[in-house]
């Protein structure tokens, strides 16, 4: 067990449309920047070189792809539990979250349903999730289909 790190599991019939998930904040430090890239090979420098991102017109090196996939999925599956599955992930970038920023994260449940493609049934939650700065600009909105257990099946 991990300490702070919750392992309550939701079940797809306790979700109701329109619920709000808890809002998640994460400090961008520095360092934070930097691992993402080392750790993932994306050697780009405006994720490790302040000097560059600043020729770009940035103000400071900044996150990359991957860590808002990473937040956005922690998002989901935080709120879902750890027997939540991501069956699908679509995010529009639309703004930079910097070092010394805060990612903010909220969302709320779309629809709840089930679906029987590929022969078993699928307990799904859709979720709309955005991605703001410490100043509330949007910076990435996703959508997420989260699938559940159900009580039915444990």
């Not at 709840?112 to 799904?124: C, S």
Request: proline share 6%.
């Amino acid at each position: 067990m991990i300490p702070g790190v919750s392992y309550d599991q939701r079940y797809w019939e306790d979700v109701e449309e329109g619920a709000a998930l808890p809002r998640v904040e994460d400090e961008i430090t520095y360092r934070r920047v930097i691992m993402n890239p080392a750790t993932t090979w994306d050697y780009f420098p405006g994720h490790y070189d302040p000097e560059y991102a600043r020729s770009q017109g940035q103000p400071t090196i900044y996150v990359n792809t991957m860590h808002f996939l990473g937040f956005v999925d922690r998002l989901a599956t935080e709120w879902g539990g750890p027997r939540s599955f991501i069956a699908r992930r679509k995010v529009s970038m639309q703004r930079s979250i910097y070092a010394g920023n805060t990612m903010v994260g909220e969302g709320r449940v779309v629809r709840r349903y089930t679906d029987d493609a590929g022969g078993r049934v699928r307990h799904l939650v859709e979720l709309e999730l955005t991605v703001k700065n410490q100043r509330g600009e949007v910076c990435c909105p996703a959508a997420v289909t989260l699938e559940l257990p159900a009580r039915e099946s444990t």
